[in-house]
Each structure stands twice: as C-alpha cells, then as structure tokens.
C-alpha cells in the first residue's frame, strides 16, 4: 500500500526566505507526482505536475524535483511571500493496478505560514 | 474558463438522512474523481470515473455511498443513512483523461451530520 509522508508538518518562515518542502513515498512504482496549495476553507490548487520520466519541473518561483528511485520530491520555494502561506500537499498515483491507476495517495500536508 | 463547481458549497443533516452531493466538471474533461477530507484521515480516495469505463469504486467506505455520472458529465455522491463520521468535505476533481494530466479540484461541499 503507497503511504505518502510530508515533513515539516509545519513551518513558519520570514518574508525572502527560499524553503523546501519534501515529500517521500513508499512505493517508487509512480506515474506522477502532483504538488498542490490548499487555502484554509478552499479546495486544492494545482502547482506542478512530474511525471515519472521527469525530475523536476518549474513555474514562477515554485520548483519541484522527482527522485523516483528513491522514493522523494522536493517543492522548493524562492524569495517566499506572505501569500504563500497555504497548505501544501504531495499526492502520487501508482504505476500499476488497473483500475486504480486513476486516485491519488495524498501525504498529510505541510502548513507553510509566511510572515512579513 | 470555469473551474470544477460544487454544489452545495455546505451541508447540514440529521444522522439517518439521505444527502446528495453534485460535481459539475470543467467541460470536455473525461474524467472524475471524489476525495473527502476529514481532520483525522486527510484526504481519501472514493471513487473516479473515466468516460465511459466501469469507475473505479475502490475508495467508497461502506455501501451507504454510491456515485453516478450521467452524460459523462455532471455527477452526484449520494450518501444513505449518514452518521456522524461521514461530516467531512467532500472535493470533487476532473482531468481530461488519461494519467499524464493534472486534476483540477472544485472548492468542497461541507458536510456535517449531526
């Protein structure tokens, strides 16, 4: 069974800092990996998509790696902002299994608060 | 264009009722997914549907939830008999189908039975 794990569970920085989020997976056996932000009473935003062949890939200041064979990601953030604090979120969905390519396996979160 | 709505955006029931909880997916995605997410679980998997393949009902807890898709597109999360372990938010997503496309989520029913 794929367990998906975040750590920190929880971090507060100041405002400019760049910081990593990581997220480990049980199960190297993935097709991609997905990182989301969740504001507080709101649904889940898309970040970054990996896919499995891939090892990282960018958007804005958002960076996230892929280490397949190892089982991590990385979300890395650069000169944070007070906007940025949200629920950030890992999922990954398996490789194989029929049916079950579809769902993704979330990790706990990390709660990211920003402050100026 | 428009996201993933939901509808209602909250919900509160008797335990014992029957609720019915509605995703409408951004248009020409073919496939949907329901997740819920409770303080102590995170978010589940309940169910995902792609095009006109038998879903995938891995996820559903018990068989007091049930789903469908009509026309491939809006869908509907019935919930029977809810208890008190059910209140949750309930997240639907759609994707355009195929594994390599990200999901997109819609904000969440909230659920609470009391």
């Known amino acids: 069974k794929q367990e998906v794990t975040q750590i920190p569970a929880a971090l507060s920085v100041p405002e400019g800092e760049n910081l990593v989020l990581n997220c480990s997976f049980t199960d190297s056996a993935i097709y991609n990996l997905q990182w989301f932000r969740q504001d507080p009473g709101k649904g889940l935003t898309s970040l970054l998509l990996i896919q499995s062949s891939q090892r990282e890939q960018t958007s804005g200041r958002l960076n996230a790696s892929l280490d397949k064979s190892s089982g991590r990601s990385t979300l890395y953030i650069a000169a944070s902002q007070p906007g940025d604090s949200a629920t950030y979120l890992c999922a ?9 390519y579809g769902k993704l396996t979330f990790g706990q979160g990390t709660i990211l608060t920003v402050h100026p | 264009g428009a996201g993933v709505s939901q509808s209602p955006s909250n919900k509160v029931t008797e335990k014992g009722k029957d609720v019915e909880l509605r995703c409408d997916p951004i248009s020409g995605h073919t496939a949907l997914y329901w997740y819920r997410q409770s303080l102590g679980q995170g978010l589940e998997f309940l169910i995902y549907f792609q095009g006109n393949s038998a879903p995938d009902k891995s996820g559903l807890p018990s068989d007091r939830f049930s789903a469908e898709r009509t026309g491939g597109s809006v869908s509907t999360l019935t919930i029977q008999r ?3 372990e059910d ?4 997240l639907c997503a759609s994707s355009r189908g195929g594994h390599d496309y990200e999901q997109y989520f819609g904000p969440g029913t909230r659920l609470t039975v009391t």
């Open chain 1, 92 to 100: 990954v969905r398996r490789l194989s299994g029929g049916t079950s």
């Open chain 2, 82 to 84: 809810t208890q008190q």
């Open chain 2, 87 to 90: 209140s949750a938010v309930y």
